[in-house]
């Protein structure tokens, strides 16, 4: 069994920037990625970033991109999306997520392991 803790989250105005950051212990995998996912009220979970930890490439929706970046640090084995220019539109819960898969995917059912989430909104 995984466990992930993200932390981060806050009320920012917009334009603001915030730092997202999830730990990783427990289980471990061979070779996997994590992303990480957004909910806003009454809509689906959507894909945001991820990133392969093995070669490090990442992958974004397009909303984000330019404005999101999604790193890690392997010592640590944390995940971080550092978010900057932000949108009421971003307001949401986000959670990271964990995937054996061993590449970086945007389906939100190939990922193992989630967060508990962490609460970003942006206020106009």
């Known amino acids: 069994q995984a466990q992930l803790v993200e932390s981060g989250g806050g009320l920012v105005q917009a334009g603001g920037s915030l730092r997202l950051s999830c730990a990783a212990s427990?289980?471990?995998?061979?070779?996997?990625?994590m992303g990480w996912f957004r909910q806003a009220p009454g809509k689906e979970r959507e894909f945001v970033a991820a990133?392969?930890?093995?070669?490090?490439?990442?992958y974004y929706t397009d909303s984000v991109k330019g404005r999101f970046t999604i790193s890690k640090d392997n010592a640590k084995i944390t995940v971080y999306l550092q978010m900057n220019s932000l949108k009421p539109e971003d307001t949401a819960v986000y959670y990271c997520?964990?995937?054996?898969?061993?590449?970086?995917?945007?389906?939100?059912?190939?990922?193992?392991?989630w967060g508990q989430g962490t609460q970003v909104t942006v206020s106009s």
């Open positions: 997520a964990v995937t054996s898969l061993g590449w970086a995917t945007r389906r939100r059912y190939e990922y193992d392991y």
């Open positions: 427990g289980r471990t995998f061979s070779s996997y990625a």
């Open positions: 990133i392969n930890w093995g070669s490090g490439s990442t």
